[in-house]
């Protein structure tokens, strides 16, 4: 059975339109990270200004003199070290952008003009304990994340719909000629499958965690995502959770995807006599998500956030509840992810046992 796995997962990743998927991929992400990186800017309100790595180390600069748990006495400081020193010409101050800890502020302690709103940290965060740092070169890399593994199922899909749809020569036919050839090499195409979708998941993940390790270093991981610059301010996860859980969840939710992928992708492959419509098909269903017209805040997200698509666009996932446990909703997707995999390994070996050799 080992030999028959590694035979079908060399049919897998020999293939010439993996390879350019899988490089396609690791280009993709190396080309939105180093973008991001370099479009970062920051300015520390006196001297100082810069982009790209420039701005990396002036914002790590400014994050470290504040660093720690927040408190009233910080905000007070940071209102008046970043306060305006020039006309906002009708700018509401909220929206001003100097760096990513005086945005983080001004979005929530600043009024129009510049000056303190009167909000206390409990005010704006409840009861929680706010851990604040340099922040934002991870949220940065988890916005690219998502982008970077919803082409990662589309990958996973290419890869995986010829693996029972495709023509059978050669070997293959010696071995479904045999007695348990069919039941044997059925299982070894599934094996293979998940094996694909594991694999690559790893390697796409690792490698865009490595690539923001080299441009922001390790600082932030332990701090919470609440206390972030304006673009996190609304819209994003409601939960005070570090940049390292978001990260953690964000991973977990990129293998329960392409694992869920997987198993739609082997069902649709076993039962479809053409490589393009397996493909087609595949893509359809893992896609049709977009065009229902349910928001995260109607009941029924709860069921629909946990279809394959929802587990790539991690924010909206995230965002449905916290548990009792603390845990997020999202772990949800786990058992779903498992379904959809048994669901699809099941029927497609079942299908497969009826397939005809010439």
């Avoid at 990396?56 to 306060?83: H, P, S």
């Avoid at 303190?116 to 922040?135: A, H, M, R």
């Avoid at 071995?175 to 299982?187: M, R, V």
């Avoid at 997200?301 to 698509?309: E, K, S, T, Y």
Wanted: net charge neutral.
């Amino acid at each position: 059975m080992k030999k028959l796995i590694l035979f079908e997962l060399r049919k897998v990743f020999s293939k010439r339109l993996s390879l350019i998927v899988l490089v396609g991929i690791l280009l993709f992400s190396v080309l939105i990270s180093f973008s991001t990186y370099q479009n970062k800017y920051a300015f520390d309100g006196v001297s100082a200004e810069g982009s790209g790595k420039t701005a990396v180390e002036i914002d790590k600069e400014i994050a470290a003199k504040y660093e720690g748990i927040l408190t009233d006495e910080k905000v007070q400081q940071m209102m008046n070290d970043f306060a305006p020193t020039h006309d906002l010409h009708g700018l509401n101050a909220m929206y001003l952008y100097q760096n990513a800890t005086q945005s983080a502020a001004f979005s929530r302690f600043s009024d129009k003009e510049g000056n303190w709103n009167g909000l206390s940290v409990s005010d704006v965060f409840g009861n929680e304990e706010i851990k604040i740092g340099y922040v934002d070169g991870w949220l940065s890399t988890s916005k690219n994340m998502v982008r970077v593994f919803i082409v990662l199922a589309l990958a996973v899909i290419i890869m995986l719909a010829p693996i029972f749809s495709g023509e059978y020569e050669g070997v293959d036919n010696i071995i479904l000629t045999s007695k348990y050839g069919k039941t044997k090499c059925a299982t070894a195409k599934v094996a293979a499958g998940i094996l694909t979708a594991i694999l690559t998941t790893a390697l796409v993940a690792a490698f865009n965690l490595l690539l923001a390790l080299i441009f922001y270093g390790t600082e932030g991981l332990d701090c919470s995502i609440l206390f972030a610059p304006s673009d996190y301010a609304e819209g994003f996860i409601p939960f005070n959770i570090t940049c390292g859980t978001l990260l953690k969840y964000q991973i977990l939710l990129a293998f329960t995807c392409t694992l869920s992928v997987t198993g739609i992708t082997l069902l649709i492959s076993a039962i479809s006599k053409n490589q393009i419509v397996a493909f087609v098909a595949s893509m359809a269903i893992f896609l049709f998500p977009v065009l229902l017209p349910i928001t995260e805040a109607n009941p029924l997200f709860r069921l629909i956030g946990l279809l394959p698509l929802y587990h790539v666009q991690a924010v909206s996932l995230l965002s449905v509840e916290q548990m009792n446990n603390g845990m997020l909703y999202a772990v949800w997707a786990i058992p779903t992810a498992l379904l959809f995999l048994g669901i699809g390994a099941v029927i497609s070996c079942r299908v497969f046992a009826k397939h005809q050799v010439s």
